[in-house]
């Protein structure tokens, strides 16, 4: 991805969801808060933008919509 717009854009993402695990732990996602409990963070910021980054080259460059049962 070498469009540094869109990685803003997924960092800033990122950053927000961190945070609301932070704050809203039973709406929250049970791997973020395990890695939250583990690492710090911006660690945990970096990991879920490499993540999401990844899943989304697949989806453009498959051009189907995203199905999260398949990603499992």
Do not use: H
Not at 31 to 43: D, G, H, Q, S
């Amino acid at each position: 991805m070498d469009d540094q717009y869109l990685r803003s854009l997924l960092v800033v993402g990122m950053r927000s969801l961190v945070g609301q695990t932070r704050t809203l732990r039973k709406r929250a996602s049970k791997w973020l808060t395990f890695l939250l409990e583990i690492k710090a963070a911006r660690v945990a910021t970096v990991v879920m933008f490499s993540k999401t980054a990844r899943i989304v080259c697949v989806v453009l460059t498959y051009n189907e919509p995203y199905s999260p049962s398949a990603a499992v």
